[in-house]
């Protein structure tokens, strides 16, 4: 495990579940060549790429388009 308890509940209680769901998806066997600083990195990068998809289809679904947008 990437984060302790202790961590996990300050991510929660400042609204980070983006970020902590980030950290929980990465492996440690991955990762534990990696620095500390590519491992936030990686995390932060992943929490943002999910943090603007839900964005994008928010305002896809505010804008209440006569055809929704196809996916590729």
């Known amino acids: 495990m990437i984060i302790d308890t202790e961590t996990k509940r300050k991510l929660r209680e400042m609204n980070a579940s983006d970020l902590l769901d980030a950290f929980e998806r990465l492996d440690e066997r991955t990762t534990a060549p990696m620095s500390h600083t590519e491992v936030v990195r990686l995390a932060v990068d992943n929490a943002h790429s999910g943090h603007m998809d839900a964005k994008i ?6 804008a209440g388009l006569r055809y929704p947008p196809r996916r590729t």
Not at 57 to 62: D, E, F, I, Y
């Open 57 to 62: 289809q928010r305002l896809v679904k505010r």
